[in-house]
């Protein structure tokens, strides 16, 4: 197994409410760095850029504690440090920074950092894109949304979810409904039917089910029969969509268990491996 690429990883952030994508994050710097050091925003700098629902953010002696103790646990032998973050730059800037990890969210902020290096006449550092990890509603993990009461740190939905189910045979309605179930079970589900075929069959069929009942909802799943036998399924969310799946013939039960299978929580899935370091 290879060894850390670089000398010292950066990173920073909130950290509140540790979650999935804060693993991911750090996992990333743990991969590329012999040393990393984590800013953690103070509660001067949340005051002075407040966030949605920012008076449930603990304070910041807390989530440092937080953090230390996480990362005692799961790096108990690496070299790290957690330092206070009170400007959008912290000690990005300063030199020894090998490479800064950043979130497909936070990717301009780290483009911002080396436009200051190189405004002090430092060089540009390495950003580290890590992509975003997902909850199972296919919408990212963030302490915004746990905050809210959408999803748990593992990015396990809580709140109602509106679904979509797009249908091109009616006699797969209730495996398709109890499936759905299983695995949101406070979904308000609306089902629509296409059993002339309009939204065409197979793989292409059940893709365009699926984008028709994610119309006005959170997440659509299209299940269209294949031509000879067998069903294509395809999940369908706000920032993309999972499928066609081939299922070949099977019972409802088959059906069911597969469509559970594929709507069941992903988180991690969509966090790994991380994109290759670049300056930008």
């Known amino acids: 197994m290879r060894g850390p690429r670089y000398g010292h990883a ?21 991969r ?11 509660d001067a700098f949340l005051s002075a850029h407040p966030k949605p629902d920012g008076g449930r953010i603990p304070s910041y002696a807390s989530r440092r504690r937080a953090l230390r103790r996480w990362l005692s646990r799961r790096y ?10 009170g400007d959008p ?4 800037v300063e030199p020894g920074v090998d490479v800064l990890v950043v979130s497909a969210d936070t990717l301009k902020g780290g483009q911002a950092v080396n436009v200051e290096r190189r405004r002090r006449g430092r060089p540009a550092t390495a950003l580290a894109v890590v992509p975003l990890v997902l909850a199972d509603d296919l919408l990212p993990v ?4 746990i905050r809210a009461g959408t999803i748990d740190r593992n990015g396990r939905r809580r709140s109602p979810l509106s679904f979509g189910l797009g249908l091109s045979d ?30 065409g069959r197979g793989a292409t069929g059940a ?12 997440l659509g799943l299209g299940v269209a029969r294949a031509p000879r036998g067998g069903w294509f ?4 969310g706000p920032l993309g969509e999972i499928g066609p799946i081939a299922l070949p013939r099977g019972s409802s039960a088959e059906l069911g268990a597969r469509i559970a299978s594929l709507l069941a929580p992903r988180v991690g899935r969509k966090a790994f491996p991380p994109g290759r370091p670049s300056r930008r």
């Open 10 to 30: 950066v990173l920073g952030g909130t950290f509140d409410h540790l979650h999935a994508g804060h693993a991911a994050l750090l996992a990333t710097a743990f």
């Open 32 to 42: 590329l760095g012999r040393t990393v050091s984590i800013g953690v925003t103070t």
């Open 76 to 85: 108990p032998v690496a070299r790290w440090k957690v330092v206070p973050l």
């Open 89 to 92: 730059f912290g000690r990005s």
């Open 142 to 145: 963030s302490s915004r949304r």
């Open 170 to 199: 009616e006699a797969d309605r209730d495996a398709a409904v109890r499936a759905i179930r299983r695995v949101f079970p406070t979904a308000r589900i609306w089902v629509t039917l296409d059993p002339v075929g309009r939204h």
């Open 207 to 218: 893709r365009s089910l699926a984008r028709a009942a994610a119309v006005g909802r959170e």
């Open 233 to 236: 399924l395809v999940e369908h």
